[in-house]
């Protein structure tokens, strides 16, 4: 397996415009590993984690530690924090770091929660740093056969089926165990389990809990079973506070904060010259993908994960402001995802699990919306593209669209 290529570009991207770059993304999906691989590249770096108990004490002791990183030539060094936001004061610290150092060293501040959601007005870190996020495994960055990201916004239809067989394979090896780098690299089901039966326990039990202060960690472990059974629909918070017996407010802030955590996360509803749109109610999906059993419900999800790491990516590199929604009016009509930029929808993106029809809805919501579509199927060898009035619309293996994500 190589190493994660295309966020070591972004990162190098990012850093020549800023000195200091957050890394941010779920727990156990390789920030430490992308941090290290970083740091081969300088020929002068130090490696600070919070969670060592040592290293906590040198800066506490001293603020500015790393400034006994041993040299080996006149180079700019690499100072890695890794975990600082379990530091309770560690934007101040930053902002500190930033501001006395900024022209004298290069930082990358990693991280599994916390980091991002201070971009903010007010924030004291404003200014200072440049961010992207890190996710497990998708299929666009094990394919490697990504098109260019203007090529794909002037015509998000092309698609090739070379390497047809290799990338269905690593599309069904990413259904039955994750694309977190541990499952999928051991490549055995069994490590799998053992490793999703204990992911979400450690995260609720010692992250979150200590993090944010949570008491009802039972609560809580039990709106994170509940979820893969409400992937696919958009999510009714009033059912879940009745099934668990708790307050609206209670998994309104319990959701926020797996989000925060990066065990889910969320996209809301596209209302823009849609109908009788629904407005409120939004849908959920997890990282942790084969945890969901229903079929149709997984590959919807692993098509959710593949946008949202496409249009993260995008934003972080400053392509644009892009988004992703869903569609669905009060006649019970949808279509799963809207890709917009800029608040413009430009791209519709249907999953289903075997039909190889374009679906009556999606047709519908094209020709209000007037943009291309997408429907990604779980078999076949070939691709069709169908028009709809002034549009067009591709019918394609998801594996072979989905490697083609800039």
């Known amino acids: 397996m190589d190493g994660r290529n295309p966020y070591v570009r972004i990162w ?28 081969r590249s300088f020929a002068n770096s130090l490696y600070f984690n919070w969670d060592i108990p040592q290293h906590r004490i040198r800066l506490i002791q001293n603020p500015a530690f790393f400034e006994a990183v041993e040299r080996k030539d006149t180079s700019t060094p690499l100072i890695v924090f ?8 560690w934007k101040n610290y930053l902002k500190g770091v930033y501001d006395q150092f900024h022209t004298g060293y290069q930082f990358l501040v990693s991280g599994s929660g916390r980091l991002d959601i201070y ?46 067989d290799e990338l269905r394979e690593i599309w069904l090896r990413l259904s039955e165990l994750s694309g977190f780098p541990e ?27 200590d993090l944010t202060g949570i008491k009802s960690v039972g609560d809580v472990e039990m709106l994170y079973l509940l979820l893969p059974s409400k992937v696919g629909s958009p999510l009714s918070v009033p059912s879940l506070a009745r099934d668990l017996r ?29 109908s009788r749109a629904i407005q409120k109610e939004r849908k959920v999906y997890l990282w942790d993908a084969p945890r969901i059993k229903e079929p149709a419900a997984r590959f919807e999800n692993m098509v959710a ?24 009016n009060k006649e019970r009509q949808e279509v799963d995802f809207v890709i917009a930029n800029a608040r413009e929808a430009f791209l519709l ?23 291309p579509a997408v429907q990604l199927t779980n078999k076949g060898d070939g691709y069709r593209i169908l028009s709809n009035l002034d549009q067009s619309v591709l019918v394609a293996p998801a594996h072979q669209w989905l490697s083609g994500l800039p």
């Open 12 to 39: 190098a991207d990012l850093a020549a415009g800023k000195s200091m770059t957050f890394l941010t993304g779920p727990r156990q999906a390789g920030k430490t590993t992308l941090a290290e691989m970083i740091s």
């Open 183 to 209: 499952p999928y690299l051991a490549n055995r089901v069994m490590t799998y389990r053992r490793w999703s039966n204990t992911y979400s326990q450690q995260l609720i039990r010692e992250d979150i809990r």
């Open 349 to 371: 993106v249907e999953a289903k699990l075997t039909d190889t029809e374009p679906s009556s809805d999606l047709k519908k919501f094209q020709r209000a919306l007037n943009i």
């Open 119 to 164: 971009q903010k007005g007010g924030d004291s870190l404003a200014g200072r740093y440049f961010l992207f996020h890190l996710w497990p495994f998708t299929i666009a960055e094990l394919g490697k056969c990504n098109i260019e990201i203007d090529a794909f916004l002037n015509d998000p239809l092309q698609i090739s089926m070379e390497r047809n």
């Open 246 to 274: 708790v307050s609206y407010n209670s998994v309104q802030s319990w959701l926020s904060v797996f989000e925060r955590f990066f065990l889910i996360f969320t996209i809301s509803p596209w209302t823009r010259k849609i």
């Open 82 to 89: 890794d975990e600082i936001h379990k530091y309770k004061d």
């Open 305 to 328: 994960m593949e946008l949202w790491r496409a249009v993260t990516a995008w934003n972080d590199m400053g392509y644009g402001s892009f988004s992703l929604h869903f569609i669905k």
